[in-house]
Structure formats: C-alpha cells, structure tokens
C-alpha cells in the first residue's frame, strides 16, 4: 500500500490536481487496454462520435471534420472495467485526495481521439453537469497511451477549482447539454498542459477547469475516465441517473436509503 505523502497532498489542494504513476500494474493496464479496445472495435459500426459542438472554435462546429469517439459505462460492457473499479492503489488515492473512506461511482467513460483528427475539447468545469453540495467529486483520468499538446492531451488552469463554479457559457450558447467557461477568459493557449506517459492517473477537482487540445500527430490518444463522489454528499436538484451511479467503492454509505437516493430521476 502506498499512500500519498503530505507534499502530494498540499499539491492537490494547492492545484486541483495531481499526476499519480505506478498506480495500475503493467498486467491490468494491458488487460484494460486490451479490452478497451475490443469494445470500441464491437462499437464501431454505432455512432459513437461525440465532439464538441460550439458556434466559435472551427473544430466544435457540427460539420467538424474533428471527432472524438465516446463511450460511457464501459462497467456494463467488460467485467475487466468492473473490476479496475476497486483497485486498491486507485481508491487509496482518492481516499487521500478526498479525505474520505466513503467513495461512491458516479459514472465511468472512455475518450478515443484518432489520429490526425482528434477533436479539442474547450476549457470546461465538470461541475455543471453534475453538481454537488459539497463539491466532494472528482475524475480519475487514466491515459492508456502517452498524452501531451500533439495528441490532444488533457490542459489544465492549476488553482482555478478554488475559484468555485464558473459562469456556463455552454449553457447559452449550445442546445445540446454541452457545457464550458468563458473561452476568452480562459484560453487553451494560456491553460498548462499535463504531459503524461502511458498508466499515469490524472485525479482532479469537478471545479478545475480542464480542456483538451486537437490530435494532430499521427498517435491515438486514449483514455478511460472515473468519476465518483463522496457518499456523505448529495446531488443538488434533479439529474438523471446513471448506469452504476451509486456503486460503493469503498468504506460505507449511510445515506443510501435516505433522501440522497431519491434525488435522482429516474430514466
């Protein structure tokens, strides 16, 4: 067991973000990549596009020639994603970032940015697409292949989730449920890029904001994505239900059959 040590810790609280490697053994980051990429191969005759969509950067418009190729809820197509779920290197990580034994799912999901092509994402906080009272979630982004600016990796605003939630401009300018920041005050030009090798974890706060730049080199860029939340917090109003959300990873839950529960709709 190797947990994080203080530096690492004020790091995190300092930045809204960590670099974690050697979390994942090369046997399961194999068996995962294997497996990622059979179920993308049995995907591939479905639309499974989902870049951006935006009305000011070239690559989010809808007849982008960009793309990034999603899935979400990989648990429900490989055992191998479910049990990756309770790696103990992993939850140990988040029991540390999040101060908190008490971890449940929220949802999983995978990013395949091809060659030449990959789609940029704009600079965004995950918070507004599940926000939380306590603003205990965070995103575990696992890279399956070496990131950096040429194959579309991930750029982040260190400090930015003390800044709390941010006006979504998504919101007004899209009517298809993406959300972003201000672009013009947060710039992908000026956002600090994560260079990551292969089985590097990325965990950060739902109020970092984070973006991604466009895959222009001749290298895939892959990534699997888990999100979970605290179980001594709660979703703020009514949002849709998830595949899985709710699955306890670790330590308890005692609100699993009060209101927390119930403020989910259902599908």
Known sequence: MVRLTEEQK?????????????????????????EYDEVF?????????SSWVGKDAEDRKSDSPYTVKGL???????????????????????ED????????LHHTKAHLKPPDKGAAYPMHQDYHYFP????????????LDAANPENGGLFVYPG???????????????LNNFHYVDQSKFPLEKATPVIAERGDIVIFSYLLI?????????????????????????????????????????GINVHRDASISKRFEQN
Do not use: C
Request: proline residues 3%.
């Open 41 to 49: 191969e049995r995907k591939n005759r479905e639309n499974i596009e």
């Open 97 to 104: 970032v999040m101060e908190t034994k008490n971890i449940i």
């Open 72 to 94: 979400h809820n990989l648990q429900y197509h490989s055992a191998a994603f479910g049990k990756f779920l309770y790696n103990e290197g992993l939850l140990d990580a988040l």
């Open 160 to 174: 930015s989730h003390k800044l709390g939630p941010q006006e979504d401009i998504g919101a007004k300018e899209t």
């Open 132 to 143: 939380y009272e306590k603003h205990s979630m965070v995103a575990a982004f696992i890279h």
């Open 210 to 250: 984070h973006g991604s730049s466009l895959n222009t080199s001749t290298r895939t860029r892959r990534m699997l994505l888990v999100q979970v939340a605290s179980a001594d917090d709660a979703p703020v109003g009514l949002q849709p239900s998830r595949p899985g959300q709710g699955w306890l990873l670790r």
């Open 10 to 34: 004020q790091f995190y609280k300092s930045n809204g973000y960590i670099i974690l490697k050697n979390l994942i053994s090369e046997k399961e980051l194999d068996t995962i990549s294997r």
